[in-house]
C-alpha cells in the first residue's frame, strides 16, 4: 500500500525558514516524479514545486522561485521542500505527491499525502 507522510510543518516568523519531508513507502519511487502543494482554506490546492525521477528536472511556483528548493533522497525514498524567507502569504497545509509521469505531477499526481501545517506569523 503506497504511503505519503510529511512532516516538518510549524508556526515560523515571517522571513525565517522550515524545512518539510515526505516520506514514501509501499514501493520504490525513484522513477517517479514527487512534489509539494499546497493549500489555504476556501481555495483550490496549487502546486509548489516538483523534481523528476531522475532528479534532473524542477519545477516551481512563480510564488516560490528564488526561495523554496525542492530535493530528494532516492534511497530513502523521501522528498524535501527547504523554504526560505517565508511570507505570511505561504502560510497553507503543505501536501506531499507523486506521479508515475513528470507531465502530470503538477496537475494529476497519483498519490497524495495528508498534509502538514505550515503556519507564517507576520
Known amino acids: 500500500q503506497v504511503q505519503l507522510v510529511e512532516s516538518g510543518g510549524g508556526l515560523v516568523q515571517a522571513g525565517g525558514s522550515l524545512r518539510l519531508s515526505c516520506a514514501a513507502s509501499?514501493?520504490?519511487?525513484?522513477?517517479?516524479?514527487m512534489g509539494w502543494f499546497r493549500q489555504v482554506p476556501g481555495k483550490e490546492r496549487e502546486f509548489v514545486a516538483a523534481?523528476?525521477?531522475?532528479?534532473?528536472?524542477?519545477s516551481y511556483a512563480d510564488s516560490v522561485k528564488g526561495r523554496f528548493t525542492i530535493s530528494r533522497d532516492f534511497a530513502e525514498n523521501a522528498v524535501y521542500l527547504r523554504m526560505n524567507s517565508l511570507k505570511p502569504e505561504d502560510t497553507a497545509l503543505y501536501y506531499c505527491?507523486?506521479?508515475?509521469?513528470?507531465?502530470?505531477?503538477?496537475?494529476?499526481?497519483?498519490?497524495w499525502g495528508r498534509g502538514t501545517q505550515v503556519t507564517v506569523s507576520s
Open positions: 505527491a507523486t506521479s508515475g509521469d513528470w507531465r502530470r505531477i503538477g496537475v494529476r499526481p497519483d498519490y
Open positions: 523534481k523528476s525521477g531522475s532528479g534532473g528536472t524542477s
Open positions: 509501499g514501493r520504490t519511487f525513484s522513477s517517479d516524479a
